[in-house]
């Protein structure tokens, strides 16, 4: 994936696309808020400002603030973005995901020795059958730091019930 | 015995060895929890608390004192060097504080936040010893009305002190505001925007936020700029320690900082990270230096790690006086001084001298403790930035998931900052700035809240928000600083007035 | 040793507990507040009277409880090493939040500990007693702001009720909901606020310095030591305790049940325990077995029908 504008004459007549996109999601979120407050918009008691009012002030802005996104977008205001590169990303992200999922089966320091590996890994260390195994021990030792020694409460797995 | 007397006793007996002792394993202890993002002061203090249970009065309270202090300094530690604010009085610090520590400043950083802290802590300190009784009158005055017109305050100051475009600092403001309003209403009970997920209810955790927005979200930019960007940190560029030019900066912004983070630590519904949003934006005012803002400059570390090291200070003020827990910090040692049969009240200056005093003396000591432990560790913690990178920034994402699960051990939790880190770094790519949507995540609620009660009791009658002098003056302060440098703007701009509006649209 | 691994990771995968007497206590609230508190007292107490070998607390925080119960009634169905702290609140929080897990699902044990409500006013206000406040109440009830806790919670409810007592519309009742007790406080200290409801503990310092006026307390009969009137000596027939309690896994068997009523019986006759609801200042408020049921009923009934007079719950 390449997000990287080059200006050309060509090019600066044409709208910045992604700003197009912001704002489209601003204009969302609008929605979405002054839809899901809709229901309590006769709660105002004795303040006339009930739990709908300030919600509802806040989609008006995020409309006029997505407004004055499109005209930037046209007028080509948003700042050069520097390339991206998606791969490393999607390594770190899968760190974070595999945490996610593994923590409640396997407990702290497997979960979170797998994040270790694979943010490693997207960073460039991919040798992840030396950096996970050795995240793991690491968290292990976090593990007994923090949980055992100072009573954290973090979620304990079969490695964890070894060292308790 | 004079107050003075009083002050002096509990010195001499917090600077019996042994004391001093449990003080250093206090501080060592805090600082160790405190650096976990997501776990502030007063998760520490609440996980720690049964570990001064086994010692005596004396005893206890100093550690008890030296863990409050290190689990503050230890997410200032982390801000700095790793970007990952550990609750919210430290995000701004990450702001100037991590900017320096990339470029190889991290150790004056360092030593601004802990010398600045020291200073704020000790005139706070003794401030809090000799004109308590006058600023808790001055903090009864303030009611919902008055809290109004100080958020609207904090809203206009803090706004013209982030990012160079004024669409993309309001955008990112309301994107803060607009997730503010998830979870349970405060003044009704309805539940807004949570669309029936439980783990919603209690609204997004501000500090989960700021670790996503903060340490997943540039995690995630960095990784993204692939074999582009240096591959290692250097870590020291010049001296470790702060230069003589460090210290000129420095010492105004601690000052500073302390006057303004004191008396809002004092208010009851004040908050200490309103005093730090205060202390930044006065200090990117003031400053001889206004291009280094945003690039790592020392006022904007030495000013909000003061103020919020005054403003904590400040909370103890309503704690002892009244009784009134106003943080979740002043709650858990309420909790504290139960245990040593201390019933915090408007009387207890009077009952108990002896243990309030040496509770004094126990922070004023604390406070030199973890000055003595840490200044020598700067040189050691800088050196944290020299790990290779793929190693750095896994370790990152190991601490601040830490710091989640062990808040709060839930995968929804988890998953929130994965999605939020995702959300800061495309914000990132299109140069959308992070700090307003958590000074929108915090504030929103206050703001709102206070309105509605101000209307409630008044019944709707919307004049009462300037019919108190304190609210007039500061709606009109707000004014001032909201209209002033549009017009200098339009009258011909001087370097520092075109930096401080900063922008094009 | 190898046995010793496969057995540890066979006991982890499905959650077994290594010894029978050890306890697992979740408090479903964050560190420091009142009911991880209680669970964290609890821990030392049954350590200390040996009533268990090892006990663990683990915070589970968030809407008033109701996603700890939730995680709690879900994941440890059948585990008798399981406690779960839990309160008043959390009624009127399974109410309000629509949770679709109730008290139902556990299994509770005792009620431990309770706190009453009180109602006061600055020292500097014209109100001198009940009658005077229900006097304004009834004359004008938005003149009325009465400053508490968190809306839908105990101190709400018991505004709710007041009104309804005096006979007039709960729904017109003029609440402001702070949040914590120290905001609140210091509002009404301030003068902001007409009254203050809260439970004893939050205001007592304020009512010996005379700060504050103690206008009726919400407990049954008087209290010793506290010099006020019930509410029910005041012509409100209003009787209220924000209490705690703890309750075990649903899905446990009668000896189970048994087990663990007769631990906590131990725990909370026992000298240690007795000694830090002294120095925390909490009331002891013992009940089991099914005269707690009952009460448990009964206040969850009158709960739902206050919530729903006050127009909380619809």
């Known amino acids: ?164 | ?505 | 040793m190898k046995h010793f691994f496969l057995a540890s990771i066979l006991a982890g995968a499905i959650a077994l507990p290594a010894a029978a007497a050890d306890y697992s206590i979740m408090a479903p609230a964050a560190p420091g507040g009142g009911w991880d508190q209680t669970a964290r007292t609890m821990q030392t107490a049954l350590q200390t009277e040996k009533i268990s070998n090892k006990v663990q607390v683990m915070n589970v925080p968030g809407a008033g409880g109701t996603i700890g119960i939730a995680q709690f009634a879900s994941q440890q169905k059948g585990n008798p090493n399981q406690l779960l702290v839990g309160g008043y609140v959390m009624v009127g929080a399974i109410l309000t939040n629509k949770s679709p897990v109730t008290l139902k699902d556990v299994t509770p044990i005792a009620r431990l500990t309770g706190e009453y409500e009180v109602i006061v006013v600055p020292a500097s206000s014209d109100i001198k007693s009940v009658a005077d406040l229900t006097a304004k109440l009834k004359a004008n009830p938005g003149s009325v702001s009465w400053g508490g806790g968190s809306a839908g919670g105990t101190d709400h409810i018991t505004a709710g009720l007041i009104a309804k007592a005096a006979g007039v519309d709960p729904t017109k009742v003029n609440y402001i909901a702070f949040s914590g007790g120290g905001e609140a406080l210091a509002a009404i200290l301030g003068g902001q606020v007409t009254a203050g409801i809260s439970s004893y503990g939050e205001f007592e310092g304020q009512i010996k310095a005379g700060a504050l006026r103690l206008l009726a307390i919400s407990s049954d009969k008087k209290i010793e030591g506290i010099n006020a009137p019930t509410l029910k000596e005041s012509g409100l027939d209003v009787v209220i305790q924000n209490w705690r309690m703890v309750a075990a896994a649903p899905g446990l068997s009668d000896d189970q049940k048994k087990a663990i009523a007769a631990d906590i019986e131990k725990l909370a006759k026992s000298k240690t325990w007795q000694d830090s609801l002294k120095t925390k200042g909490w009331i002891d408020t013992y009940l089991s077995g099914p005269a707690f049921e009952a009460q448990l009923a009964k206040d969850i009934a009158a709960t739902e029908s206050i919530l729903k007079d006050i127009g909380l719950v619809k």
């Open chain 2, 1 to 505: 015995m004079s107050t003075f007397e009083f002050l002096l006793q509990g010195l001499a007996s917090a600077m019996l060895p042994m004391n001093l002792i449990y003080a250093l394993i206090g501080v060592t202890l805090g600082t160790m929890v405190g650096v976990l993002p997501g776990i502030g002061p007063a998760t520490t203090v609440a996980l720690l608390l049964p570990v001064t249970y086994q010692l005596d009065a004396t005893g206890s309270l100093i550690m008890f004192a030296g863990i409050y202090y290190g689990g503050m300094y230890g997410g200032s530690t982390t801000s700095i060097l790793l970007n990952t604010p550990g609750e919210s009085s430290s995000i701004v610090t990450a702001l100037e504080g991590n900017k320096m520590a990339r470029a190889g400043r991290g150790g004056p950083a360092l030593a601004t936040a802990a010398i600045g802290s020291f200073v704020a802590g000790l005139i706070a300190t003794l401030a809090l010893a000799f004109v308590a009784p006058y600023i808790v009158k001055l903090a009864l005055v303030f009611g919902p009305r008055e809290y109004f017109a100080l958020m609207v305050l904090a809203f206009i100051t803090v706004s013209s002190a982030f990012g160079n475009s004024a669409l993309r600092g309001l955008t990112s403001l309301f994107i803060g505001l607009s997730l503010s309003l998830v979870g349970i209403d405060q003044l009704t009970g309805q539940n807004r925007l949570s669309f029936g997920v439980p783990d919603l209810l209690d609204g997004i955790e501000v500090t989960t936020m700021a670790v996503a927005m903060f340490a997943i979200g540039e995690t995630l930019f960095i990784a993204a700029q692939g074999e582009q960007a240096p591959d290692k940190v250097e870590a020291i560029r010049g001296s470790v320690w702060m230069t003589a030019s460090d210290w000129a900066r420095s010492w105004k912004a601690w000052l500073r900082g302390t006057v303004i983070g004191f008396p809002i630590g004092a208010m009851p519904a004040g908050g200490a990270e309103i005093g730090t949003f205060l202390s930044y934006a006065t200090e990117k005012r003031l400053t001889k230096h206004p291009e280094e803002f945003g690039n790592g400059a020392i006022e904007g570390v030495a000013g909000p790690e003061a103020a919020n090291n005054a403003s904590a200070a400040g909370t103890l003020v309503p704690l002892l006086t009244l009784g009134l827990p106003t943080s979740a910090t002043a709650a858990i040692m309420l909790a504290g001084f139960q245990q040593y049969g201390l019933q915090p009240g408007p009387l207890l200056f009077a009952t108990n001298p002896q243990l309030v005093w040496g509770l004094i003396a126990s922070l004023l000591i604390a406070n030199l403790m973890l000055l003595v432990l840490n200044l020598p560790l700067v040189g050691l913690w800088v050196k944290l930035l020299t790990i290779p990178k793929p190693w750095l920034y896994a370790g990152i994402l190991v601490f601040a998931t830490l710091g989640t699960i062990g808040a709060n051990p839930s995968v929804f939790e988890l998953g929130m900052l994965l999605v939020f880190g995702l959300v800061a770094y495309v914000m990132r790519v299109f140069d959308y700035p992070i700090a307003p949507v958590i000074v929108g995540l915090i504030l929103g609620p206050l703001a709102e809240q206070q309105l509605r009660r101000a209307l409630a009791i008044s019944q709707g009658d919307v004049t009462t928000l300037v019919q108190s002098p304190i609210a007039a003056v500061l709606l009109a302060l707000a004014a001032i600083a909201l209209i002033l440098p549009l017009i200098l703007r339009f009258r011909g701009r001087g370097n520092v007035l075109s930096q401080m509006a900063a922008s094009e649209d």
């Open chain 1, 1 to 164: 994936m390449s997000l990287d504008n080059n200006k050309t004459t060509a090019e600066q007549r044409r709208p910045d696309w992604a700003a197009l996109v912001i704002a489209a999601v601003l204009v969302v979120m609008a929605g979405v808020i002054f839809f899901d407050v809709s229901r309590l918009r006769d709660m105002g008691g004795y303040s006339q400002v009930g739990p709908a009012t300030v919600p509802d002030w806040i989609a008006f802005c995020l409309v006029g603030l997505a407004i004055w996104t499109v005209f930037a977008a046209f007028r080509r205001d948003f700042p050069k973005r520097e390339k991206q590169e998606i791969g490393p990303v999607a390594w770190v992200v899968a760190g974070l995901i595999a945490q996610m999922v593994l923590i409640r089966l396997l407990g702290f320091s497997i979960a979170t020795g797998v994040l270790f590996g694979l943010a490693a890994a997207g960073f460039g260390a991919r040798r992840i059958w030396i950096s996970i195994p050795a995240g793991i021990v690491i968290c292990l030792a976090i593990y007994w730091l923090f949980a055992v020694v100072l009573q954290l409460s973090l979620p304990a797995g079969p490695l964890e019930h070894l060292i308790q």
